[in-house]
């Protein structure tokens, strides 16, 4: 314990800390069970509800998480490198291998949820694209899912004057993905824009993402474009705070 008679943290944040000191010191490893309401009520004289709330704050920060009937444990998934640089290069996407795969190493990646559809653009995304009233998009909805843990929901629009009757509008877009079946419709990326934002999970992305509603999620929009400045796709993306790094690596 790191308390002290003048520490006015309150006591649900003290016995927090004291559990995130003794996970980082190797006291818990991963997947090692926390002690649980029972036991931290009695080691530090409080009630159930302050036991309940300092457990509650290492869920929130994506520390430890909570298995149906068995406890809190510490989390055991190794946070998700995201090299927001390399994983755009044409020699990933253009040699047909899926940008995750600079990313994820040797780890298992499903791809579920997937769904694809003919819509009217909303208003924001057809102005982006530069659409006519009267185009529409091709909308693809999925699930990234890392070692059997939600990481990532994705949206794209892309117009579909450019897409129809292509392998984008099916689920399985082939090697290369999106970006290559672009190249070949003659609209290649040559320059991306990412903008980073950071919020609290609606409930269904809490949901989707099996998070709770304290651990926040980072939104990434990504448009790509073809030459002259031509805006061909746009990517909302959510992702789970907890699970990933974001990193960027370049010359000076």
């Known amino acids: 314990m790191t308390t002290t008679d003048d520490d006015r943290r309150p006591k649900y944040q003290r016995i927090a800390d004291d559990l995130r000191e003794a996970i980082q010191s190797g006291a818990y490893g991963p997947g090692d069970r926390l002690p649980g309401e029972n036991d931290l009520m009695a080691a530090y004289d409080v ?11 290492l869920k929130d920060e994506g520390v430890a998480e909570s298995r149906k009937g068995a406890g ?55 102005q982006v694209l530069d659409l006519a009233d009267e185009d529409t998009v091709c909308v693809r909805r999925r699930r990234f899912v890392l070692d059997g843990k939600p990481v990532l929901l994705a949206t794209s629009y892309l117009p579909m004057p450019v897409v129809a009757g292509s392998a984008i509008t099916q689920k399985d877009t082939g090697p290369g993905g999106t970006y290559a079946r672009l190249a070949e419709l003659g609209y290649k990326p040559v320059h991306f824009r990412e903008e980073i934002r950071s919020r609290m999970p609606t409930k269904h992305e ?24 031509r805006p061909v796709e746009i990517n909302e993306m959510t992702l789970d705070a907890a699970s990933y790094i974001l990193e960027y690596d370049f010359d000076a």
């Open 47 to 57: 009630a159930r509800m302050t036991a309940r709330q300092a457990l509650s704050v």
């Open 206 to 229: 809490a949901g989707q993402l099996t998070i709770s509603a304290g651990t926040p999620v980072i939104l990434i929009c990504r448009t790509a474009f073809a030459d002259e400045g």
């Open 72 to 126: 809190v444990f510490v989390r055991s998934f190794r946070p998700l490198r995201r090299r927001g640089i390399q994983r755009l290069a044409q020699e990933q996407w253009g040699s047909g291998r899926s940008i995750w795969s600079a990313d994820i190493e040797n780890r298992a990646l499903v791809v579920d949820q997937v769904t694809v559809s003919e819509e009217t653009a909303p208003k924001g995304i057809g």
